[in-house]
Antibody
Framework: EVQLVQSGAEVKKPGDSVKISCRVS????????IHWVRQAPGKGPEWLGL????????IFADKIQGRVNITADTSIDTAYMHLSSLLSEDTAVYFC????????????WGQGTRVSVSS | EIVLTQSPGTLSLSPGDTATLSCRAD???????LAWYQQKPGQAPRLLVF???GRATGIPDRFTASGSGTDFTLTISRLEPEDFAVYYC?????????FGQGTRLEIK
């Protein structure tokens, strides 16, 4: 069974950084991409970026580029998303998601990590 | 980026009815590279159908996708109580991946 298990909820202040982990199991980590998607309260999902665990190449959405980094550690089948200079608008649930390609449907989702940013 | 607009915002129907959800793109989505997801409160979205013919594992054939170019439809026939949720479309033709704002399907 494919599973993506994320780290727990975070409470941060504006200007802080956050790092979320996503451990996968049930498939070969290097055979698919890990995408990161967030969803603000009451809004639709927003794609943030992806990593190819096979070579570590990452691609980011223009809106968030410069504040985000996505990495993968193949020794422990875990992907990470690091978001810096947090704003209140970054308050959202963050999901890691498996995608077969850089451009593809997203077939298995993590349970989500709630990040709250408030002074 | 491709902007997806879903309609209606809310759809009120009864179990046994047929739901028709629309997703319109502001530019053509080639090869029907569009997916539909279902989301229930407190849960992650779940992939339903994708592309011209794809259906995720365990998704019944009551869920069917159609359309091409800029206009796409998700049809859910013989609505069951567990189908009442929020539905999102997502295009994977062009980077960045983008999602619609959702249609809430509620019990009438």
């Amino acid at each position: 069974e494919v599973q993506l298990v994320q780290s727990g909820a975070e409470v941060k202040k504006p200007g802080d950084s956050v790092k979320i982990s996503c451990r996968v199991s049930g498939y070969s980590f290097v055979d698919s991409y890990i995408h990161w998607v967030r969803q603000a309260p009451g809004k639709g999902p927003e794609w943030l970026g992806l990593v190819d665990p096979d070579d570590g190449e990452a691609i980011f959405a223009d809106k968030i580029q410069g504040r985000v980094n996505i990495t993968a550690d193949t020794s422990i089948d875990t992907a990470y998303m690091h978001l810096s200079s947090l704003l209140s608008e970054d308050t959202a649930v963050y999901f890691c998601v498996r995608g077969k390609e850089q451009l593809s449907q997203l077939d298995h989702w993590g349970q989500g990590t709630r990040v709250s940013v408030s002074s | 980026e491709i902007v997806l607009t879903q309609s209606p915002g809310t759809l009120s129907l009864s179990p046994g009815d047929t739901a028709t959800l629309s997703c319109r793109a502001d530019q053509s989505v080639y090869n029907s590279f569009l997916a539909w997801y279902q989301q229930k409160p407190g849960q992650a979205p779940r992939l339903l159908v994708f592309g011209a013919y794809g259906r995720a594992t365990g998704i019944p054939d009551r869920f069917t996708a159609s359309g091409s170019g800029t206009d796409f439809t998700l049809t859910i026939s013989r609505l069951e109580p567990e189908d009442f949720a929020v539905y999102y479309c997502q295009q994977f033709d062009t980077s960045p991946l983008t999602f619609g704002q959702g249609t809430r399907l509620e019990i009438k």
